[in-house]
């Protein structure tokens, strides 16, 4: 036999000796199968759907009828159910307790647990759990290996590659300083090399200061507070990819002009007629 | 005469099987490798031991023991904020090393000359610092741009788009810092070029251009400046908000999506 924990017994014997008017003690012993089971008369169930039936039965018999016949007090009333108790609840009730009154013998029931047992209805708890999540669960999976492995893979590629193009491509050296020699062009690193074409365009304050200021920074820090909008999905968000897709063909496009299509005095050249000015790829591209 | 050589590679196999055993069993060796190490004896794959190879490493547990399974699919993330910070952390190792060989003075560029030419190893750990570099800020950028592209800036994450911003402008900082020290041409002309577009900025713009080249244009001063900015400043400040910005993605949920 399974054993059944001590607590969940406890608790048997409270609500079986609560309903039946025993003591838990009692109630304990006859669960345990200590003592005989206590036996209460009691009528199976039936649910009562139409209004026409009355011979609808309730537990516990109605007092009056029963307490004539078996006098003794509550607190013993081990056959029965508490009395006082009953008849109050029973006496919102007087469609039931008249079809009580119709002579029908009560059957006896048996709570051992051997013997069927018959429910009745208390009330109706919804399916729902007490605590609810607060969002849906995800599809999880272990860290190591499923993610650790692909990082590890993917940080030896970028060690392998980088010591491939640092073995291959020197990094370029030219003469040592000389503020009195000035190159021509004189280009910026390559990253401000859209913002060095723009300058040429526009007053160095508005390209060289307020767009990288209020746009580079500025507005990109202000992404997340400018977009409301909560979907994440690109179908729901065209304009917002749209404007950043712009904004990289742009920044690609003015770097592109200045790395490759800009010579001497920031003038137009083309880089497989006139050459490339540009440092940084001095030592490995030979277009000169 | 072949039965004992047989018996003896037995042996051999013997000895090496108990020695790892004995070594694996050491107290040193289970004080250095915690519960769930792959290296510690006993070993075994199950889902207790693959959450402790998380949570027992120090350099492990900045990752969840769990992260949603689209997350680590390649084509998602392209690995690109891992690969920003471990460019990061090449660009550290090769500059503690070209820290030995450089002094930021009149010296400068014999000194890069000098590791060029005469030191063993000084010319690839030099083209490492500067590609590596150069790919730093290329893959932060592509970072920046897969984080839009995904949305990924969206609540909860606001405020961590805003530090990666932040991240970005220390990655061109330290990028454009370091620009100068090889102190030839190409470096002080790009830094000269971009020093004079700080110059721009309304109100006090030569105030800027001063505080940036420590005078009124590109002299040793700013070498020494640049400096102190590239190995220690930007790289303290750079360390204290990539601290955030790991903090912020396990706060703000891990991985955004799926899409």
Request: proline share 18%; net charge positive.
């Given at each position: 036999m399974v054993d059944i924990p001590e607590h969940l017994l406890l608790r048997t014997a409270e609500a079986r000796a609560k309903a039946l008017g025993i003591t838990v003690e009692q109630a304990l012993a006859e669960l345990k199968g200590e003592s005989a089971p206590t036996k209460i008369e009691k009528e199976p169930e039936v649910l009562d759907v139409s209004p026409v039936e009355k011979e609808v039965k309730e537990t516990p018999p109605p007092p009056a009828a029963e307490v004539k016949e078996t006098p003794p007090p509550p607190a013993a009333a081990v056959k029965e159910a508490p009395a006082p108790a009953a008849a109050v609840k029973e006496a919102p009730a007087p469609t039931k307790t008249n079809g009580k009154t119709n002579g029908q013998i009560p059957a006896e029931v048996d709570f051992s647990p051997e013997t069927k047992v018959t429910q009745r209805l208390l009330t109706v708890v919804k399916a729902k759990p007490i605590q609810k999540p607060a969002s849906e669960p995800v599809d999880k999976v272990n860290t190591w290996p499923h993610l650790m492995l692909p990082e590890f893979i993917s940080l030896m590629a970028m060690t392998a590659f980088l010591i491939f193009i640092s073995a291959i491509l020197q990094a370029p050296l030219l003469e040592e300083a000389n503020p009195n020699i000035t190159p021509n062009?004189?280009?910026?690193?390559w990253y401000f090399l859209g913002l060095q074409e723009l300058l040429s365009y526009w007053d160095p304050q508005i390209a060289g200061v307020m767009i990288p200021l209020l746009i580079g920074v500025l507005a990109f820090m202000a992404i997340p507070y400018i977009?409301?909008?909560?979907?994440?999905k690109p179908s729901k968000r065209k304009y917002a990819i749209m404007l950043w897709t712009f904004f990289l063909a742009g920044a690609g496009t003015l770097s592109i002009i200045g790395i490759l299509f800009r010579g001497p005095g920031w003038n137009w050249t083309y880089p497989w007629i006139d050459g490339v000015w540009f440092d940084d790829l001095l030592d490995w591209v030979h277009f000169e | 005469m072949k039965n004992e050589k047989i018996k003896f590679r037995d042996r051999i196999k013997d000895i090496s099987a108990g020695l790892g055993d004995s070594l694996k069993e050491s107290t040193l060796w289970g004080s250095i490798f915690r519960p769930g190490s792959p290296f510690r004896k006993g070993y075994s794959d199950s889902p207790r031991n693959r959450s402790y190879v998380v949570m027992n490493n120090v350099l492990y547990h900045l990752h969840p023991v769990k992260v949603k399974r689209h997350g680590v699919r390649l084509s998602y993330t392209l690995c690109l904020g891992g690969l920003s910070f471990f460019t990061f952390i090449v660009l550290t190792i090769t500059g503690i090393w070209l820290m030995f060989y450089f002094r930021p003075t009149e010296m400068a560029y014999v000194d890069i000359q000098t590791l060029q030419t005469s030191i063993a190893f000084g010319s690839l750990v030099r083209n490492m610092h500067r590609w590596a570099a150069h790919i730093m800020v290329l893959v932060v950028f592509l970072h920046m741009s897969r984080v839009f592209y995904h949305g990924a800036y969206k609540a909860p994450r606001e405020f961590n788009w805003v530090i990666g911003v932040i991240l970005l402008i220390l990655t061109l900082l330290l990028s454009f810092t370091g620009y100068l020290l090889p102190w030839d041409q190409l470096a002080i002309w790009a830094v000269t070029v971009g020093g004079n577009m700080a110059g721009y900025t309304p109100v006090f713009g030569q105030q800027v251009k001063f505080a940036l080249f420590a005078g009124l244009e590109a002299t040793e001063a700013t070498l020494l400046r640049f400096y102190v900015l590239h190995v220690l400043f930007l790289p303290f400040i750079i360390v204290i908000f990539m601290a955030i910005h790991f903090w912020r993605v396990r706060k703000d949920g891990g991985i955004s999506g799926p899409l």
């Open positions: 062009p004189a280009k910026a690193p977009d409301r909008n909560k979907d994440n | -």
